[in-house]
């Protein structure tokens, strides 16, 4: 289970969360689904929708810039000076490094989300709670979207049920390693368009290990990369 990235939110999967989810795309999906092929037909050769999301980010006259960000935020976006701001020291900030790449477009097309659905800036609260359930919404609808994952083999596996954990997981990596994306972003997807049951595949297993020869040789790699070993 290495190459794991470990975003904030996802130490804690919590239930309300995910019925928020839920709610928030049975609510919008076919209104989320027709804004994302409109801004996937106009560009480039891609396979997966996240090879297109630098070409969409110039489309839309957006600019990727790197950052000193506060803590634990990957990313922002400026709607005034239409930038979306990327965290400098996001690598150092991964508990596993090697998934920067999927991370950061995890974190991009985010951003992106907050410009297509007209979220204003500067908002708290509720409304803001809501943005935030409806940017992640729309994220995993975007690179890891129903339509391309609708009749694919691991798909009919899974459906079909009866594998084991290990069986499941393999499944997932395959479709992660396909979308770009992260394990365990490919997980929350596949748990919203009811693949997964919420929670059933063990979380903590993609944490950073708690104790152990795992955790002392988790310490050991970071400590290592910060002396540039
Ligand atoms: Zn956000």
Same mark, same amino acid.
């Given at each position: ?45 891609? *396979? ?23 803590? *634990? ?76 994952? *609708? ?70 790699? *970071? ?7």
């Amino acid at each position: 289970m290495k190459n794991q990235a470990i975003l904030p939110s996802e130490i804690k999967p919590s239930l309300s969360a995910f019925r928020n989810r839920q709610g928030c795309y049975h609510k919008h999906r076919h209104r989320y689904q027709l804004q994302q092929l409109e801004l996937l037909q106009n560009s480039e050769k891609w *396979d997966v929708p996240g090879q297109a999301l630098a070409h969409i980010l110039q489309t839309l006259d957006l600019r990727l810039v790197q950052s000193y960000l506060p803590p *634990d935020r990957w990313a922002e976006i400026d709607f005034e000076a239409r930038v979306i701001r990327v965290a400098t020291d996001l690598e150092a900030q991964l508990h596993h490094p090697s998934a920067t790449q999927r991370v950061l477009i995890d974190s991009v097309t985010h951003e992106l989300a907050h410009w297509v659905l007209k979220h204003k800036p500067g908002r708290d609260g509720v409304q803001k709670a809501n943005w935030e359930v409806e940017a992640t919404v729309w994220t995993y609808q975007f690179l890891a979207p129903w339509w391309l994952l *609708d009749g694919r083999s691991e798909i009919r596996a899974m459906q079909k049920g009866g594998l084991t954990e290990r069986k499941q997981l393999a499944l997932i990596y395959e479709l992660s390693d396909w979308f770009g994306v992260t394990r365990s972003f490919m997980i929350r997807a596949l748990e919203l368009y009811g693949i997964l049951e919420f929670g059933v595949l063990e979380y903590r297993k993609t944490a950073r290990p708690r104790s152990g020869p795992e955790l002392v040789k988790h310490l050991l790699e *970071d400590s290592r990369r910060a002396v540039g070993a």
